[in-house]
């Protein structure tokens, strides 16, 4: 399936053809995002990793580089902010 119709976020008339064409099925939705393949096909090994690392600073309170939050990589800044806003999800 093309990258338009994997996930759609509007259905064009293209999508549409193409979903038809293909026979293809909802598997998931989330946020008004429609998935017509497995939402863990957009995950790569470098995004896995990423995770990863999350997950042991998070278990460890150790950074990736010494210094504060201000000397660390703006993407794993990121990363650590949107698994805080997902785990209160969960409790929540």
Same mark, same amino acid.
């Given at each position: 399936?093309?990258?338009?119709?994997?996930?759609? $976020?509007? @259905?064009?008339?293209?999508?549409?053809? =193409? #979903?038809?064409?293909?026979?293809?099925?909802?598997?998931? /939705?989330?946020?008004?995002?429609?998935?017509?393949?497995?939402? $863990?096909? @957009?995950?790569?090994?470098?995004?896995? =990793? #990423?995770?990863?690392?999350?997950?042991?600073?998070?278990? /460890?309170?150790?950074?990736?580089?010494?210094?504060?939050?201000?000397?660390?990589?703006?993407?794993?800044?990121?990363?650590?902010?949107?698994?805080?806003?997902?785990?209160?999800?969960?409790?929540?």
């Amino acid at each position: 399936m093309s990258e338009e119709t994997r996930a759609v $976020l509007e @259905y064009t008339d293209e999508v549409v053809s =193409e #979903i038809k064409e293909k026979g293809a099925q909802k598997v998931f /939705s989330f946020n008004g995002i429609r998935f017509y393949e497995c939402p $863990l096909t @957009y995950i790569s090994t470098d995004t896995w =990793e #990423i995770i990863r690392l999350v997950y042991l600073i998070d278990d /460890s309170k150790i950074l990736l580089h010494s210094g504060g939050w201000g000397d660390q990589p703006a993407w794993l800044v990121e990363a650590v902010e949107l698994h805080k806003v997902e785990s209160a999800k969960k409790v929540s």
